[in-house]
């Protein structure tokens, strides 16, 4: 069974930095698609980043120049660098997995619990 557990949320101003991580334990992470996506307050769940199994990236525009998306394969683990944050990037951001796809699927197998980032102005 595969697990994804997140940390590196908190609270931090404007202008200020975080780094995400995902963990994923139960399968061979380095064939895996890794995305994450985040729901703030009163909204739908968006995608943001995304990392192929052959290191391929995506971001959504708005986190375009101000967010980067990385793997250890070695660790098992994504990361998501996000700076210059804004308030409007305050969300629960979920890390989510899946086998032998390429980069543009939007449907993934595996999530986690999420970790809360919050900025304030």
């Known amino acids: 069974q595969v697990q994804l557990v997140e940390s590196g949320g908190g609270l931090v101003q404007a202008g200020g930095s975080l780094r995400l991580s995902c963990v994923l334990s139960?399968?061979?992470?380095?064939?895996?698609?890794m995305a994450w996506h985040r729901q703030a307050p009163g909204k739908e769940r968006e995608f943001v980043s995304a990392i192929s199994w052959s290191g391929d990236t995506t971001y959504v525009d708005s986190v375009k120049g101000r967010f980067t998306i990385s793997r250890d394969n070695a660790k098992n683990t994504v990361y998501l660098q996000m700076n210059s944050l804004k308030p409007e990037d305050t969300a629960v951001y979920y890390c989510?997995?899946?086998?032998?796809?390429?980069?543009?699927?939007?449907?993934?197998?595996?999530w986690g619990q999420g970790t809360q980032v919050t900025v304030s102005s």
């Open positions: 139960g399968r061979t992470f380095s064939t895996y698609t």
């Open positions: 989510a997995a899946r086998n032998f796809v390429p980069i543009t699927t939007t449907q993934y197998t595996y």
